[in-house]
């Protein structure tokens, strides 16, 4: 994620910290300090933040290890301002996995506050638990224990909510896949989480409005999630070779920048395999890195004298649908087909849209509910026309 920067590497995992936690760090120390005006107020609200973010640390941890045992790799975990993301390259689709996987973070949780409450039973400080909310807001150093014991209890509740991106929609895609089909399983969870986003923001709009931006933050992620596993779905039985693109355009290293250019504006290409001398891809031309070059200072640039992304060569033989997991895992936008050593055309991410669009009845009905394309499409069956349905915005 752009704007994050690594603080640490545990358990072979690199943990990230994005600049707006930064922001964060400073509303809670001003907040804190504007209470006594003190220093140490401020030093207090900033210290708990961390220990909070360190137990959401662990919590992703939980995910990231359990997920290992799987043989799953996790590329990172970054620290935002609403939590911690741990980047998984894929979810376990065995529903089984995928309970044990996305209950290992909350149960996390739960230990350290089972932890913490043997510590409070320990030095006589369970009483204050009966009157929380009279200690929760109170400075003193003496609660700290209490508030992040009841802030790791809040979290095992808030992530076991049933709705994507919460660990709660997981739990309850995964119980729902052990007797339906994922995808199915999958519109079902999502539809629950969108229901509990839209509950969420209208109390938010009468009571706490945090709850607003939590609806939206689950809806969104709910869509997203919906959007991820039915375009797999309705790649399933594909191939490569199916969706392979061979009327493209490549450039070559030593020609100049401006062709590059010159094409995007004639054309409906953006993304360009750049060959060497010998016809081999040598890498990707992608509108950010035209862009730098344009702004660069220097002229008479040529493809060569700019930073070319690393291309990821795909099989055409290869499933479709883990061409799709791939690309996404590598964040590549436009590959290089081969079949054997021979180059024989390219795969970008546009043209697997436009594929779903065009297959059967079923994919089609996936693809409306991914792109949102239903409209377009239900004026062509109607039109009769068979031409290809228009690029999804």
Not at 32 to 39: G, M, P, Q, S
Not at 217 to 224: E, K, N, Q, R
Not at 301 to 315: G, H, S, Y
Not at 329 to 335: E, G, L
């Amino acid at each position: 994620m752009r704007g994050s920067y690594k603080i640490a590497r545990i358990a072979g995992i690199d943990v990230k910290v994005h600049w707006t936690f930064l922001i964060l760090l400073a509303w809670f120390f001003f907040s804190y300090y504007r209470e006594t005006n003190l220093v140490e107020s401020g030093l207090y609200g900033v210290g708990f933040v961390l220990a909070v973010f360190a137990c959401v640390v662990a919590h992703e941890y939980g995910h990231a290890l359990m997920a290992r045992r799987y043989g799953i790799r996790t590329r990172d975990i970054t620290m935002l301002p609403i939590g911690g993301l741990a980047s998984l390259e894929r979810i376990p689709e065995d529903p089984k996995q995928e309970l044990i996987v996305a209950l290992a973070g909350p149960a996390v949780n739960l230990l350290i506050a089972g932890g913490l409450y043997v510590y409070l039973a320990l030095t006589n400080q369970l009483l204050n638990l009966v009157n929380y909310t009279d200690t929760a807001s109170r400075l003193d150093p003496v609660f700290f224990s209490e508030n992040l014991f009841a802030v790791n209890l809040l979290l095992v509740v808030f992530n076991l909510i049933p709705a994507f991106p919460m660990d709660g929609g997981r739990v309850l895609r995964a119980l729902l896949a052990m007797r339906w089909d994922r995808a199915k399983a999958t519109r079902f969870a999502a539809a629950v989480g969108r229901t509990l986003a839209v509950g969420f923001v209208f109390m938010g709009f009468f009571g706490n409005f945090w709850l607003v931006f939590i609806g939206l933050f689950i809806y969104l992620g709910a869509t997203a999630e919906s959007r991820s596993v039915l375009t797999k779905s309705a790649l399933d039985g594909y191939s490569v070779r199916d969706v392979l693109m061979t009327n493209y355009t490549p450039l070559y290293v030593h020609e100049p920048l401006q062709r590059a250019v010159d094409l995007i504006l004639q054309s409906q290409e953006k993304e360009f395999l750049v060959l060497d001398l010998d016809g081999l891809v040598v890498g990707v031309l992608t509108p950010a890195a035209l862009v730098r070059g344009q702004n660069s200072s220097q002229s008479g640039l040529r493809i060569k004298d700019v930073a070319l992304d690393t291309p990821l060569e795909l099989p055409v033989q290869m499933e479709l649908q883990e061409a799709y997991e791939v690309m996404m895992s590598k964040r590549a936008t436009v590959c290089p087909v081969y079949d054997g050593r021979e180059l024989v055309g390219m795969l970008n991410q546009e043209n697997i849209q436009e594929f779903l669009l065009l297959q059967s009845r079923d994919a089609r009905d996936d693809a409306e509910d991914i792109y949102d394309g239903r409209e377009d499409l239900v004026m062509r069956e109607e039109s009769g026309n068979d031409s290809p349905a228009v690029r999804p915005s």
